[in-house]
């Protein structure tokens, strides 16, 4: 039985899930006309941050076509079997992990869905949940990825805080000991004592015995 020939998807979008924030749209795209796997319609970035608050990019790589060669066809079998992992070495040693683009495709200028937001920061937390209904007609649009990115960012923020909040209350505690130790030790060096000053009998025993001079005789 013969080997089942690999078919081109023609309309498969890519995932990058991290991307250095110094790698510009104009490089991913030049990247993938290089390795002439297709041309890129546009690419979208959106910025996150993980849980150490180092920033970078996801990539989301939308084509105009793809390339028709056994080596496109190929990395698309790699992209598109779960137990595979798709690779763009794109400045050796540093390469990509390439998935399929599970989100739904938007066509350039075709609106997309977007939710409304309070601007108030506190209510960021509650755009996840499926519940939520917000009908101030004042609010501003924005992309669902944009609003979780923003929580993501104010999570991770909030989190640095606590723990510089924690360092500083560490100090404040230790300064406010110290100082207290530094004030009871001036109070006993300035304690009042019963001094008497020494007399000459206290230290002879015995008040001095003066001569009285002699006068010489004429």
Same mark, same amino acid.
């Given at each position: 039985m013969s080997a089942v020939q690999p078919i081109l998807v023609e309309n498969l979008s890519l995932f990058i899930p991290r991307v250095f924030t110094n790698i510009t749209k104009s490089r991913i795209r030049h990247i993938f006309k290089k390795f002439n796997i297709g041309e890129v319609d546009h690419?979208?970035?959106?910025?996150?941050?993980?849980?150490?608050?180092?920033?970078?990019?996801?990539?989301?790589?939308?084509?105009?076509?793809?390339?028709?060669?056994?080596?496109?066809m190929t990395l698309q079998q790699k992209i598109l079997n779960p137990n595979e992992e798709a690779r763009i070495v794109y400045d050796d040693p540093y390469y990509w992990v390439i998935l399929n683009n599970t989100g739904t495709y938007h066509a350039p200028g075709a609106p997309k869905k977007r939710v409304n937001i309070e601007s108030t920061a506190d209510n960021?937390? /509650? #755009?996840? %949940?499926? &519940?939520?209904? $917000? *009908?101030?007609?004042?609010? /501003? #649009?924005? %992309?669902? &990825?944009?609003? $979780? *990115?923003l929580e993501r960012a104010n999570k991770a923020l909030t989190e640095k805080c606590q723990l510089y909040e924690s360092s500083v209350n560490y100090w404040m505690n230790l300064c406010h000991e110290l100082r207290n130790q530094n004030d009871d030790r001036l109070e006993q060096d300035n304690e009042p004592t019963n001094f008497t000053p020494l007399t000459i009998e206290d230290l002879t025993g015995e008040a001095p015995v003066i001569e009285k001079p002699q006068l010489a005789r004429t």
């Open positions: 690419i979208d970035l959106v910025n996150r941050m993980d849980k150490n608050g180092t920033v970078y990019n996801n990539a989301y790589i939308h084509f105009k076509y793809w390339i028709q060669d056994h080596q496109t960021l937390s /509650e #755009l996840t %949940s499926h &519940d939520n209904h $917000i *009908s101030n007609a004042n609010c /501003e #649009l924005v %992309s669902v &990825d944009y609003v $979780i *990115s």
